[in-house]
């Protein structure tokens, strides 16, 4: 069963362009939800997390939005560069078990210059 | 860079084999988490050890084990390899087990044949 479901599974943007990926649980006890960026042959790294008790959270041009009411959460790239090309993976987490992540499937996104 | 490395980078083995793979964490981190990530999905939980005790397990057989030494290194083992086995494996280690930002080395690539 998966816990943390996401979409799009590919994305393709132009240079400049606003990249939007989803991400929805079914958990309610979660309480910790960060994206990860990951390059070919490398692990993924963290971009942006988040918690339940706010609504957003922006660093640079990265923003998380969260609803906790619809249990659904996304990640905004703001200005969109080919640098940002990569695969993008939401996650969720419970305190009580710590950082013992839930993945989503990945996006992966593609920036056209 | 992270600080977290993992030995080897590449490895094949046969069905039934055994095999063991490394993780060095970060300097300080006395947590380290271990993920598969098969080909195309999200990172799988395997399972995380805490100052050398295991603390904490994701639906993995128990032909999967592991290891926390003193120094808070790591070692992933599995017994009887299966052709489902073959994946990216990826440590992580933390500060603590807390939902404080988990480092991800480069990853193992496992080959089953």
């Known amino acids: 069963q998966q816990q943390v479901k996401q979409s799009p599974q590919s994305l393709i943007v132009q240079k400049g362009g606003i990249s939007i990926i989803n991400c929805a649980y079914e958990?309610?006890?979660?309480?910790?939800f960060p994206w990860y960026q990951q390059f070919p042959g490398k692990g993924p790294a963290l971009l942006i997390a988040?918690?339940?008790?706010?609504s957003e959270k922006k660093e640079g041009r990265f923003t998380i939005s969260f609803n906790k009411s619809a249990k659904q959460f996304s990640l905004h790239i703001m200005d969109s560069q080919p640098g940002d090309s990569a695969t993008y993976f939401c996650?969720?987490?419970?305190?009580?078990?710590?950082?013992?992540?839930?993945f989503g499937t990945g996006t992966s996104l593609t920036v056209i210059p | 860079e992270t600080g977290v490395t993992q030995s080897p980078t590449h490895l094949i083995k046969t069905r039934g084999q055994q095999v063991t793979l490394r993780c060095s964490s970060q300097?300080?981190?006395?947590?380290v988490s271990w993920y598969q990530q098969a080909l195309g999905q999200g990172p799988q939980f395997i399972f995380q050890?805490?100052?050398?005790?295991?603390?904490g397990r994701g639906n993995f057989p128990p032909r999967f084990s592991g290891l926390q030494f003193p120094n808070y290194s790591s070692e992933l083992n599995v017994n009887a390899l299966e052709l489902d086995d073959s994946a990216l494996y990826l440590c992580?280690?933390?500060?603590?087990?807390?939902?404080?930002?988990?480092?991800f080395g480069q990853g193992t690539r496992l080959t089953v044949v």
């Open positions: 992580a280690s933390s500060l603590a087990w807390q939902n404080t930002e988990a480092f």
């Open positions: 958990n309610t006890a979660f309480d910790y």
């Open positions: 988040i918690r339940p008790d706010v």
């Open positions: 996650a969720a987490s419970r305190y009580i078990t710590g950082n013992q992540f839930y």
């Open positions: 300097s300080g981190h006395n947590t």
């Open positions: 050890y805490y100052r050398e005790e295991e603390n």
